[in-house]
Protein backbone atom coordinates (compact mmCIF):
# COMPACT_ATOMS: atom_id res chain seq x y z
CA UNK A 1 0.00 0.00 0.00
CA UNK A 2 1.19 3.38 -0.49
CA UNK A 3 2.43 6.02 2.08
CA UNK A 4 -0.34 7.94 3.80
CA UNK A 5 -0.23 11.33 2.86
CA UNK A 6 -0.23 13.77 6.09
CA UNK A 7 -2.96 16.32 4.52
CA UNK A 8 -6.11 14.29 3.39
CA UNK A 9 -9.85 15.82 3.33
CA UNK A 10 -11.49 13.00 4.69
CA UNK A 11 -10.90 9.46 6.00
CA UNK A 12 -12.63 8.08 2.48
CA UNK A 13 -10.08 10.54 0.28
CA UNK A 14 -7.24 9.00 3.02
CA UNK A 15 -8.58 5.09 2.22
CA UNK A 16 -8.23 5.92 -1.62
CA UNK A 17 -5.07 7.16 -1.40
CA UNK A 18 -4.31 4.05 0.85
CA UNK A 19 -5.42 1.48 -1.96
CA UNK A 20 -4.82 3.92 -4.81
CA UNK A 21 -8.08 4.10 -6.23
CA UNK A 22 -9.66 6.90 -8.55
CA UNK A 23 -12.52 8.73 -7.57
CA UNK A 24 -15.70 5.95 -9.39
CA UNK A 25 -13.36 3.04 -8.95
CA UNK A 26 -15.66 2.52 -4.92
CA UNK A 27 -18.61 3.72 -3.08
CA UNK A 28 -16.83 4.38 0.52
CA UNK A 29 -19.33 4.81 2.92
CA UNK A 30 -18.14 5.99 6.30
CA UNK A 31 -20.16 5.52 9.35
CA UNK A 32 -22.99 4.30 7.43
CA UNK A 33 -26.20 3.94 9.52
CA UNK A 34 -28.17 1.06 10.02
CA UNK A 35 -30.65 1.18 7.57
CA UNK A 36 -28.17 2.08 4.79
CA UNK A 37 -25.87 -1.14 5.76
CA UNK A 38 -29.19 -3.02 5.66
CA UNK A 39 -29.88 -2.37 2.58
CA UNK A 40 -26.04 -3.34 1.14
CA UNK A 41 -26.47 -6.06 2.78
CA UNK A 42 -29.34 -7.63 1.64
CA UNK A 43 -27.16 -7.13 -1.44
CA UNK A 44 -24.44 -9.86 -0.83
CA UNK A 45 -25.51 -13.33 -0.62
CA UNK A 46 -26.15 -15.55 2.66
CA UNK A 47 -28.02 -12.13 4.66
CA UNK A 48 -31.59 -11.39 5.67
CA UNK A 49 -33.44 -9.99 8.21
CA UNK A 50 -35.01 -11.70 10.90
CA UNK A 51 -38.73 -11.66 12.38
CA UNK A 52 -37.40 -9.75 15.14
CA UNK A 53 -35.71 -6.87 13.09
CA UNK A 54 -32.40 -7.93 13.90
CA UNK A 55 -30.10 -9.01 10.20
CA UNK A 56 -29.10 -12.34 10.07
CA UNK A 57 -26.07 -13.16 8.15
CA UNK A 58 -23.34 -15.78 7.60
CA UNK A 59 -19.64 -16.02 8.47
CA UNK A 60 -19.12 -18.99 5.66
CA UNK A 61 -16.82 -21.78 6.39
CA UNK A 62 -15.64 -20.51 9.63
CA UNK A 63 -17.98 -19.95 12.47
CA UNK A 64 -15.62 -19.23 15.11
CA UNK A 65 -12.14 -17.62 15.91
CA UNK A 66 -9.25 -19.58 14.08
CA UNK A 67 -6.60 -19.19 17.48
CA UNK A 68 -3.75 -20.84 15.18
CA UNK A 69 -3.84 -18.77 12.79
CA UNK A 70 -3.38 -15.48 15.35
CA UNK A 71 -0.16 -14.08 14.95
CA UNK A 72 2.03 -11.04 15.92
CA UNK A 73 4.70 -8.92 13.93
CA UNK A 74 7.92 -9.93 14.89
CA UNK A 75 9.79 -6.46 15.73
CA UNK A 76 11.72 -4.56 17.52
CA UNK A 77 9.16 -2.42 19.31
CA UNK A 78 7.04 -4.96 20.44
CA UNK A 79 9.93 -8.39 20.38
CA UNK A 80 10.41 -8.05 24.16
CA UNK A 81 7.00 -7.63 25.66
CA UNK A 82 4.88 -10.14 24.16
CA UNK A 83 4.09 -13.74 25.47
CA UNK A 84 5.34 -15.93 22.32
CA UNK A 85 4.26 -19.50 22.37
CA UNK A 86 1.03 -20.99 21.15
CA UNK A 87 -0.82 -18.25 21.75
CA UNK A 88 1.09 -15.45 19.91
CA UNK A 89 3.10 -17.11 17.01
CA UNK A 90 5.65 -14.89 14.94
CA UNK A 91 5.07 -13.14 11.47
CA UNK A 92 8.02 -11.90 9.70
CA UNK A 93 7.69 -8.20 8.79
CA UNK A 94 8.48 -9.70 4.99
CA UNK A 95 5.15 -11.87 5.49
CA UNK A 96 3.18 -9.19 7.22
CA UNK A 97 4.34 -6.82 4.04
CA UNK A 98 2.79 -9.57 1.60
CA UNK A 99 -0.46 -10.05 3.67
CA UNK A 100 -1.23 -6.43 3.85
CA UNK A 101 -0.66 -6.11 -0.16
CA UNK A 102 -2.88 -8.63 -0.82
CA UNK A 103 -5.55 -7.92 1.36
CA UNK A 104 -5.02 -3.87 -0.31
CA UNK A 105 -5.63 -6.32 -3.53
CA UNK A 106 -8.84 -8.00 -2.86
CA UNK A 107 -10.13 -4.45 -1.11
CA UNK A 108 -9.36 -2.55 -4.68
CA UNK A 109 -11.51 -5.55 -6.31
CA UNK A 110 -14.79 -4.33 -4.36
CA UNK A 111 -17.42 -1.68 -5.71
CA UNK A 112 -18.66 -0.88 -2.20
CA UNK A 113 -15.88 -0.12 1.13
CA UNK A 114 -17.12 0.69 4.73
CA UNK A 115 -15.34 2.64 7.20
CA UNK A 116 -16.01 2.51 10.36
CA UNK A 117 -13.93 5.36 12.47
CA UNK A 118 -14.57 4.40 16.26
CA UNK A 119 -13.38 4.32 20.03
CA UNK A 120 -12.24 1.45 22.15
CA UNK A 121 -12.16 2.26 25.82
CA UNK A 122 -15.06 3.92 27.61
CA UNK A 123 -12.70 6.47 29.68
CA UNK A 124 -11.64 9.32 27.45
CA UNK A 125 -7.90 8.85 29.21
CA UNK A 126 -7.35 5.74 27.63
CA UNK A 127 -9.33 4.99 24.61
CA UNK A 128 -7.79 4.80 21.16
CA UNK A 129 -9.31 5.66 18.17
CA UNK A 130 -9.93 2.54 15.89
CA UNK A 131 -10.53 1.88 12.13
CA UNK A 132 -12.49 -0.49 10.54
CA UNK A 133 -12.06 -0.91 6.59
CA UNK A 134 -13.96 -3.72 5.31
CA UNK A 135 -15.99 -4.76 2.34
CA UNK A 136 -19.00 -6.60 4.03
CA UNK A 137 -21.70 -4.66 4.88
CA UNK A 138 -22.72 -7.00 8.06
CA UNK A 139 -18.87 -6.48 9.25
CA UNK A 140 -19.76 -2.44 9.30
CA UNK A 141 -22.20 -3.13 11.23
CA UNK A 142 -21.20 -5.33 13.74
CA UNK A 143 -18.30 -3.24 14.11
CA UNK A 144 -20.59 -0.34 14.58
CA UNK A 145 -22.12 -2.05 17.22
CA UNK A 146 -19.16 -3.21 19.04
CA UNK A 147 -17.09 -0.59 19.01
CA UNK A 148 -18.21 2.80 20.90
CA UNK A 149 -19.83 5.62 18.71
CA UNK A 150 -18.88 8.77 18.43
CA UNK A 151 -21.06 12.11 18.54
CA UNK A 152 -21.50 13.57 15.27
CA UNK A 153 -18.76 16.23 17.18
CA UNK A 154 -16.16 13.80 17.96
CA UNK A 155 -16.73 12.22 14.42
CA UNK A 156 -16.09 14.95 12.90
CA UNK A 157 -12.71 15.72 14.73
CA UNK A 158 -11.94 12.20 14.56
CA UNK A 159 -8.72 12.78 12.47
CA UNK A 160 -6.33 9.88 12.16
CA UNK A 161 -6.77 6.77 13.45
CA UNK A 162 -4.57 5.01 16.15
CA UNK A 163 -5.28 1.72 15.08
CA UNK A 164 -6.51 0.42 11.59
CA UNK A 165 -8.27 -2.64 11.09
CA UNK A 166 -8.07 -4.15 7.64
CA UNK A 167 -10.66 -6.87 6.72
CA UNK A 168 -10.36 -8.68 3.27
CA UNK A 169 -11.53 -11.72 5.43
CA UNK A 170 -13.64 -12.84 2.32
CA UNK A 171 -10.02 -13.29 0.46
CA UNK A 172 -7.74 -15.99 1.36
CA UNK A 173 -3.86 -16.07 2.79
CA UNK A 174 -1.19 -17.48 0.23
CA UNK A 175 -0.08 -20.83 1.89
CA UNK A 176 3.52 -20.44 -0.43
CA UNK A 177 4.00 -17.50 1.80
CA UNK A 178 6.40 -17.83 4.50
CA UNK A 179 5.06 -18.85 7.63
CA UNK A 180 1.53 -19.20 6.50
CA UNK A 181 0.24 -22.85 7.83
CA UNK A 182 -3.38 -22.27 6.45
CA UNK A 183 -5.64 -19.94 4.15
CA UNK A 184 -6.56 -18.21 7.12
CA UNK A 185 -4.33 -15.45 9.05
CA UNK A 186 -4.66 -12.61 11.34
CA UNK A 187 -2.00 -10.33 11.83
CA UNK A 188 -1.08 -7.06 14.34
CA UNK A 189 1.77 -5.45 13.76
CA UNK A 190 2.44 -2.80 16.95
CA UNK A 191 4.78 -1.10 14.88
CA UNK A 192 2.90 0.19 12.27
CA UNK A 193 -0.37 -0.15 14.64
CA UNK A 194 -2.35 -2.31 12.30
CA UNK A 195 -3.95 -5.52 12.06
CA UNK A 196 -4.66 -7.36 8.71
CA UNK A 197 -7.57 -10.40 8.31
CA UNK A 198 -7.48 -12.57 5.63
CA UNK A 199 -9.28 -16.09 4.91
CA UNK A 200 -11.86 -15.67 7.30
CA UNK A 201 -15.42 -14.06 7.48
CA UNK A 202 -16.14 -14.36 11.05
CA UNK A 203 -16.96 -11.44 12.46
CA UNK A 204 -15.50 -11.67 16.16
CA UNK A 205 -11.89 -11.89 14.72
CA UNK A 206 -12.06 -8.21 14.90
CA UNK A 207 -13.53 -7.75 17.86
CA UNK A 208 -10.99 -9.99 19.40
CA UNK A 209 -7.90 -8.55 17.42
CA UNK A 210 -9.06 -5.17 19.34
CA UNK A 211 -9.14 -6.80 22.70
CA UNK A 212 -5.48 -8.39 22.16
CA UNK A 213 -4.53 -4.41 20.96
CA UNK A 214 -5.85 -3.53 24.44
CA UNK A 215 -4.24 -6.20 25.86
CA UNK A 216 -0.77 -5.11 24.79
CA UNK A 217 -1.46 -1.51 24.67
CA UNK A 218 -3.14 -0.51 28.57
CA UNK A 219 -0.69 -2.88 30.32
CA UNK A 220 2.80 -1.61 28.34
CA UNK A 221 1.66 1.83 27.93
CA UNK A 222 -0.51 2.78 30.74
CA UNK A 223 0.00 0.36 34.04
CA UNK A 224 -3.71 -0.25 33.21
CA UNK A 225 -5.15 -3.81 33.78
CA UNK A 226 -7.03 -5.60 30.60
CA UNK A 227 -9.43 -7.80 31.21
CA UNK A 228 -11.81 -10.72 30.19
CA UNK A 229 -14.74 -10.00 32.05
CA UNK A 230 -18.12 -8.64 32.88
CA UNK A 231 -18.61 -5.97 35.08
CA UNK A 232 -21.58 -4.68 37.25
CA UNK A 233 -22.59 -2.12 39.75
CA UNK A 234 -25.21 -1.68 42.40
CA UNK A 235 -27.36 0.46 41.87
CA UNK A 236 -28.01 2.18 45.30
CA UNK A 237 -24.65 1.32 46.92
CA UNK A 238 -22.49 1.56 43.53
CA UNK A 239 -20.32 -1.70 44.00
CA UNK A 240 -18.90 -3.01 41.47
CA UNK A 241 -18.23 -6.51 40.62
CA UNK A 242 -16.35 -8.04 37.89
CA UNK A 243 -17.07 -11.50 36.18
CA UNK A 244 -14.18 -13.89 35.02
CA UNK A 245 -15.17 -16.84 33.13
CA UNK A 246 -14.97 -19.23 29.30
CA UNK A 247 -17.31 -19.52 27.13
CA UNK A 248 -20.93 -21.35 29.30
CA UNK A 249 -20.01 -20.51 32.36
CA UNK A 250 -22.41 -17.69 32.37
CA UNK A 251 -20.48 -14.83 32.32
CA UNK A 252 -23.10 -12.84 30.30
CA UNK A 253 -26.05 -13.79 31.38
CA UNK A 254 -25.27 -13.32 35.28
CA UNK A 255 -23.76 -9.75 34.74
CA UNK A 256 -26.69 -8.93 33.29
CA UNK A 257 -29.05 -8.59 36.41
CA UNK A 258 -31.95 -6.53 36.14
CA UNK A 259 -31.21 -5.22 39.66
CA UNK A 260 -27.46 -4.09 39.20
CA UNK A 261 -26.90 -2.30 35.90
CA UNK A 262 -24.65 -3.76 33.59
CA UNK A 263 -20.72 -1.90 32.78
CA UNK A 264 -19.88 -4.60 29.63
CA UNK A 265 -20.32 -8.16 28.99
CA UNK A 266 -16.71 -9.08 27.76
CA UNK A 267 -14.27 -6.56 27.97
CA UNK A 268 -12.81 -4.57 30.67
CA UNK A 269 -9.87 -2.41 31.88
CA UNK A 270 -8.93 -1.24 35.63
CA UNK A 271 -7.34 1.71 35.99
CA UNK A 272 -6.32 3.52 38.99
CA UNK A 273 -9.54 5.91 38.29
CA UNK A 274 -11.55 2.14 38.74
CA UNK A 275 -13.35 0.10 36.01
CA UNK A 276 -13.94 1.12 32.23
CA UNK A 277 -15.77 -0.87 29.44
CA UNK A 278 -13.88 -1.56 25.91
CA UNK A 279 -16.65 -1.69 23.89
CA UNK A 280 -19.99 -0.02 23.18
CA UNK A 281 -21.99 -3.46 22.53
CA UNK A 282 -22.04 -6.89 23.73
CA UNK A 283 -21.67 -9.97 21.92
CA UNK A 284 -23.57 -12.59 23.50
CA UNK A 285 -23.97 -16.08 22.66
CA UNK A 286 -27.06 -17.14 21.29
CA UNK A 287 -27.57 -21.57 21.25
CA UNK A 288 -30.55 -22.25 24.01
CA UNK A 289 -31.53 -18.37 24.03
CA UNK A 290 -35.08 -18.24 25.38
CA UNK A 291 -36.79 -15.61 26.76
CA UNK A 292 -38.37 -17.08 30.11
CA UNK A 293 -34.04 -17.51 31.12
CA UNK A 294 -32.53 -14.29 29.71
CA UNK A 295 -35.26 -11.26 28.89
CA UNK A 296 -33.00 -8.95 28.16
CA UNK A 297 -30.55 -10.75 26.01
CA UNK A 298 -33.40 -11.87 23.96
CA UNK A 299 -35.25 -8.78 23.64
CA UNK A 300 -32.07 -6.91 22.16
CA UNK A 301 -32.09 -9.13 19.10
CA UNK A 302 -34.02 -6.52 17.38
CA UNK A 303 -33.71 -3.88 14.33
CA UNK A 304 -29.85 -2.95 14.51
CA UNK A 305 -28.13 -6.13 15.78
CA UNK A 306 -26.67 -8.80 14.06
CA UNK A 307 -27.19 -12.42 14.28
CA UNK A 308 -24.59 -14.81 13.40
CA UNK A 309 -24.76 -18.25 11.81
CA UNK A 310 -28.00 -18.99 13.49
CA UNK A 311 -30.95 -20.96 11.92
CA UNK A 312 -34.25 -19.52 10.74
CA UNK A 313 -37.37 -20.81 9.24
CA UNK A 314 -37.62 -19.39 5.75
CA UNK A 315 -40.81 -18.80 5.49
CA UNK A 316 -41.49 -16.84 8.80
CA UNK A 317 -37.89 -15.71 9.29
CA UNK A 318 -38.43 -16.84 13.17
CA UNK A 319 -34.57 -17.93 14.00
CA UNK A 320 -34.48 -21.13 16.15
CA UNK A 321 -31.99 -20.80 18.95
CA UNK A 322 -31.86 -24.01 19.92
CA UNK A 323 -30.81 -25.21 16.48
CA UNK A 324 -26.95 -26.40 15.83
CA UNK A 325 -27.58 -26.73 12.34
CA UNK A 326 -24.86 -24.71 11.40
CA UNK A 327 -22.57 -24.20 14.66
CA UNK A 328 -22.57 -24.38 18.34
CA UNK A 329 -21.33 -20.90 18.41
CA UNK A 330 -24.20 -18.90 17.40
CA UNK A 331 -23.92 -15.10 18.07
CA UNK A 332 -26.14 -11.74 18.27
CA UNK A 333 -24.37 -8.48 18.25
CA UNK A 334 -25.78 -5.48 20.09
CA UNK A 335 -25.23 -2.33 21.20
CA UNK A 336 -24.79 -2.16 24.87
CA UNK A 337 -27.97 0.50 25.23
CA UNK A 338 -29.80 -2.06 23.84
CA UNK A 339 -30.23 -3.72 27.83
CA UNK A 340 -32.18 -1.57 29.46
CA UNK A 341 -30.38 -1.86 32.56
CA UNK A 342 -26.96 -0.71 31.04
CA UNK A 343 -25.03 1.74 32.42
CA UNK A 344 -24.07 4.38 29.63
CA UNK A 345 -21.22 5.65 29.95
CA UNK A 346 -20.16 2.59 30.34
CA UNK A 347 -17.55 2.94 33.38
CA UNK A 348 -17.73 3.54 36.89
CA UNK A 349 -15.30 5.46 38.94
CA UNK A 350 -15.21 3.48 41.91
CA UNK A 351 -12.62 -0.13 41.98
CA UNK A 352 -14.15 -3.86 41.93
CA UNK A 353 -15.79 -4.84 45.96
CA UNK A 354 -16.14 -8.38 44.70
CA UNK A 355 -14.21 -10.66 42.07
CA UNK A 356 -15.71 -13.95 41.01
CA UNK A 357 -14.54 -16.43 38.90
CA UNK A 358 -16.96 -18.78 37.54
CA UNK A 359 -16.40 -22.17 36.17
CA UNK A 360 -18.37 -24.88 34.86
CA UNK A 361 -17.42 -27.81 36.07
CA UNK A 362 -18.38 -31.18 34.32
CA UNK A 363 -17.15 -33.25 37.30
CA UNK A 364 -18.97 -31.93 40.50
CA UNK A 365 -16.21 -31.58 42.45
CA UNK A 366 -16.03 -27.75 42.97
CA UNK A 367 -18.66 -26.36 45.13
CA UNK A 368 -21.29 -23.99 43.87
CA UNK A 369 -19.60 -20.98 45.74
CA UNK A 370 -16.05 -20.98 47.83
CA UNK A 371 -14.24 -17.60 49.56
CA UNK A 372 -11.05 -17.40 47.87
CA UNK A 373 -7.86 -16.44 49.62
CA UNK A 374 -5.60 -13.82 47.57
CA UNK A 375 -3.00 -16.90 46.78
CA UNK A 376 -6.05 -18.68 45.66
CA UNK A 377 -7.14 -15.80 43.43
CA UNK A 378 -3.32 -15.57 41.73
CA UNK A 379 -3.94 -19.72 41.32
CA UNK A 380 -7.48 -19.80 39.69
CA UNK A 381 -6.76 -16.95 37.96
CA UNK A 382 -3.74 -18.13 36.05
CA UNK A 383 -5.17 -21.48 35.95
CA UNK A 384 -8.84 -20.34 34.31
CA UNK A 385 -10.64 -23.69 34.37
CA UNK A 386 -13.86 -24.83 32.97
CA UNK A 387 -14.84 -28.07 31.32
CA UNK A 388 -15.86 -28.85 27.96
CA UNK A 389 -19.14 -30.90 27.63
CA UNK A 390 -20.26 -33.57 26.08
CA UNK A 391 -22.37 -32.60 22.82
CA UNK A 392 -20.80 -28.92 22.37
CA UNK A 393 -18.24 -29.14 20.20
CA UNK A 394 -17.24 -31.92 17.61
CA UNK A 395 -15.17 -35.14 18.67
CA UNK A 396 -16.39 -34.23 22.16
CA UNK A 397 -17.87 -37.23 23.98
CA UNK A 398 -16.98 -37.21 27.23
CA UNK A 399 -16.36 -34.01 29.11
CA UNK A 400 -12.86 -32.72 29.33
CA UNK A 401 -11.01 -30.23 31.57
CA UNK A 402 -9.57 -27.56 29.69
CA UNK A 403 -7.57 -24.24 31.30
CA UNK A 404 -7.07 -20.83 29.54
CA UNK A 405 -4.86 -18.82 31.64
CA UNK A 406 -6.59 -15.22 33.06
CA UNK A 407 -9.75 -16.82 31.67
CA UNK A 408 -8.86 -15.60 27.97
CA UNK A 409 -5.47 -17.29 26.66
CA UNK A 410 -6.50 -16.51 23.30
CA UNK A 411 -6.14 -13.16 23.68
CA UNK A 412 -3.47 -11.98 25.97
CA UNK A 413 -0.28 -10.30 24.54
CA UNK A 414 2.61 -10.17 27.52
CA UNK A 415 2.48 -13.52 30.04
CA UNK A 416 -0.37 -14.72 32.46
CA UNK A 417 1.36 -13.46 35.29
CA UNK A 418 2.00 -10.19 34.57
CA UNK A 419 -1.82 -9.77 34.24
CA UNK A 420 -2.06 -11.95 37.75
CA UNK A 421 0.22 -10.22 39.55
CA UNK A 422 -1.72 -6.81 38.21
CA UNK A 423 -4.64 -8.02 39.57
CA UNK A 424 -3.68 -8.96 42.70
CA UNK A 425 -1.80 -5.73 43.45
CA UNK A 426 -5.47 -3.82 42.69
CA UNK A 427 -7.45 -6.27 45.09
CA UNK A 428 -4.69 -6.10 47.90
CA UNK A 429 -4.91 -2.21 47.63
CA UNK A 430 -8.58 -1.85 47.50
CA UNK A 431 -9.74 -4.73 49.26
CA UNK A 432 -11.82 -6.77 47.10
CA UNK A 433 -13.54 -10.18 48.47
CA UNK A 434 -12.78 -12.87 45.83
CA UNK A 435 -14.78 -16.09 45.16
CA UNK A 436 -14.74 -19.08 42.89
CA UNK A 437 -18.40 -20.26 41.86
CA UNK A 438 -19.54 -23.24 39.85
CA UNK A 439 -22.03 -23.00 37.59
CA UNK A 440 -21.74 -26.54 36.28
CA UNK A 441 -22.36 -30.12 38.00
CA UNK A 442 -23.40 -30.66 41.13
CA UNK A 443 -24.15 -33.80 43.32
CA UNK A 444 -22.21 -36.06 40.77
CA UNK A 445 -20.18 -35.34 37.56
CA UNK A 446 -21.75 -34.86 34.30
CA UNK A 447 -21.54 -38.05 33.17
CA UNK A 448 -22.45 -39.93 36.20
CA UNK A 449 -26.14 -38.49 36.72
CA UNK A 450 -25.07 -35.12 38.63
CA UNK A 451 -27.66 -32.17 37.58
CA UNK A 452 -26.33 -28.55 36.91
CA UNK A 453 -26.52 -26.07 39.07
CA UNK A 454 -29.90 -24.24 39.20
CA UNK A 455 -29.73 -20.50 37.86
CA UNK A 456 -32.00 -19.49 40.41
CA UNK A 457 -29.69 -20.64 43.18
CA UNK A 458 -26.42 -19.35 41.50
CA UNK A 459 -27.97 -16.16 41.36
CA UNK A 460 -28.70 -16.64 45.05
CA UNK A 461 -25.30 -16.72 46.21
CA UNK A 462 -24.68 -13.33 43.72
CA UNK A 463 -27.22 -11.95 46.01
CA UNK A 464 -25.45 -12.89 49.00
CA UNK A 465 -22.26 -11.78 47.91
CA UNK A 466 -23.30 -8.11 47.00
CA UNK A 467 -25.66 -7.83 50.50
CA UNK A 468 -22.52 -8.84 51.94
CA UNK A 469 -23.87 -11.53 54.14
CA UNK A 470 -21.73 -14.11 52.62
CA UNK A 471 -18.31 -12.57 53.56
CA UNK A 472 -19.79 -12.47 56.73
CA UNK A 473 -20.87 -16.16 56.65
CA UNK A 474 -19.31 -19.57 58.70
CA UNK A 475 -16.79 -21.42 56.15
CA UNK A 476 -15.89 -25.54 56.25
CA UNK A 477 -12.69 -26.49 54.16
CA UNK A 478 -13.08 -28.81 51.38
CA UNK A 479 -9.87 -31.27 51.73
CA UNK A 480 -7.52 -31.11 48.62
CA UNK A 481 -8.75 -28.16 46.86
CA UNK A 482 -8.28 -25.93 50.49
CA UNK A 483 -11.63 -23.90 49.66
CA UNK A 484 -13.68 -22.41 51.97
CA UNK A 485 -16.83 -23.39 51.68
CA UNK A 486 -20.20 -21.91 52.89
CA UNK A 487 -22.66 -23.54 55.73
CA UNK A 488 -25.26 -21.91 54.72
CA UNK A 489 -26.22 -19.30 51.78
CA UNK A 490 -29.82 -17.55 52.01
CA UNK A 491 -31.93 -19.50 49.57
CA UNK A 492 -30.07 -22.24 48.60
CA UNK A 493 -30.48 -25.75 50.05
CA UNK A 494 -27.40 -26.11 52.59
CA UNK A 495 -26.98 -29.87 51.13
CA UNK A 496 -25.89 -28.73 48.02
CA UNK A 497 -23.05 -26.43 49.30
CA UNK A 498 -20.10 -28.91 50.14
CA UNK A 499 -19.56 -31.55 47.54
CA UNK A 500 -18.20 -33.74 49.74
CA UNK A 501 -21.15 -34.12 51.67
CA UNK A 502 -24.04 -34.50 48.55
CA UNK A 503 -22.15 -36.60 46.15
CA UNK A 504 -24.73 -39.65 45.01
CA UNK A 505 -21.67 -41.76 43.76
CA UNK A 506 -20.54 -42.58 47.33
CA UNK A 507 -17.28 -41.69 48.60
CA UNK A 508 -14.49 -43.29 46.84
CA UNK A 509 -16.47 -42.55 43.90
CA UNK A 510 -15.77 -38.82 45.36
CA UNK A 511 -12.65 -38.96 46.09
CA UNK A 512 -11.59 -40.38 42.91
CA UNK A 513 -12.82 -37.47 41.41
CA UNK A 514 -11.46 -35.07 43.41
CA UNK A 515 -7.81 -36.32 42.47
CA UNK A 516 -8.48 -36.69 39.17
CA UNK A 517 -9.47 -33.24 38.81
CA UNK A 518 -6.46 -32.13 41.00
CA UNK A 519 -4.25 -33.62 39.24
CA UNK A 520 -5.22 -31.74 36.18
CA UNK A 521 -4.84 -28.62 38.06
CA UNK A 522 -1.48 -30.13 39.62
CA UNK A 523 -0.46 -30.68 35.68
CA UNK A 524 -1.60 -27.56 34.02
CA UNK A 525 -0.08 -25.42 36.56
CA UNK A 526 3.23 -26.60 35.85
CA UNK A 527 4.01 -24.36 33.02
CA UNK A 528 3.85 -21.69 35.10
CA UNK A 529 5.51 -22.71 38.47
CA UNK A 530 8.80 -21.71 37.18
CA UNK A 531 7.82 -17.54 37.66
CA UNK A 532 5.13 -18.05 40.23
CA UNK A 533 5.75 -17.51 44.20
CA UNK A 534 5.73 -20.34 46.36
CA UNK A 535 2.37 -19.49 48.08
CA UNK A 536 0.46 -19.03 44.66
CA UNK A 537 2.15 -22.63 43.97
CA UNK A 538 0.54 -24.17 47.35
CA UNK A 539 -2.64 -22.30 46.88
CA UNK A 540 -3.74 -25.05 44.62
CA UNK A 541 -4.61 -28.68 45.31
CA UNK A 542 -2.66 -30.66 47.78
CA UNK A 543 -2.35 -34.34 46.30
Same mark, same amino acid.
Given at each position: ?14 ? $? ?82 ? $? ?34 ? +? ?35 ? *? ?17 ? $? ?42 ? $? ?73 ? !?????? +? ?8 ? !? ?135 ? *? ?11 ? !? ?11 ? +? ?42 ? !? ?9
Amino acid at each position: MPVRSKVLASPQDAI $RTELALGEEDVTIRRNAPAALLYEDALRESRTSIASSGALIAFSGAKTGRSPRDKRIVDEPSSRDDIWWGPVNHKCSEKTWLVN $RERAADYLRTRDHLYIVDAYAGWDPRYRIKIRVVCA +RAYHALFMSNMLIRPTSQELESFGEPDFTVWNAGQFP *ANTHTDGMTSKTTVDINFA $RMEMVILGTEYAGEMKKGIFTVMFYLMPVRHNVLTLHSSANEGI $REKDVSLFFGLSGTGKTTLSADPARRLIGDDEHCWSDHGIFNIEGGCYAKCIGLSEEKEPEIYQAIKFGSVLENV !TFDPLT +REVDFDSYKV !TENTRCAYPIEYIPSAKVPCLANSHPKNIILLTCDASGVLPPVSKLTPAQVMYHFISGYTSKVAGTEVGVTEPEATFSSCFGQPFLALHPLHYATMLAEKMQKHRADAWLINTGWIGASFSSGGKRCPLKYTRAVLD *AIHDGSLAKAHYE !TLPIFNLQVPRHV +RNVPDGLLNPAKNWGGGEAQYQNAVRTLGQQFVANFRKYSDHAA !TEVICAGPLM
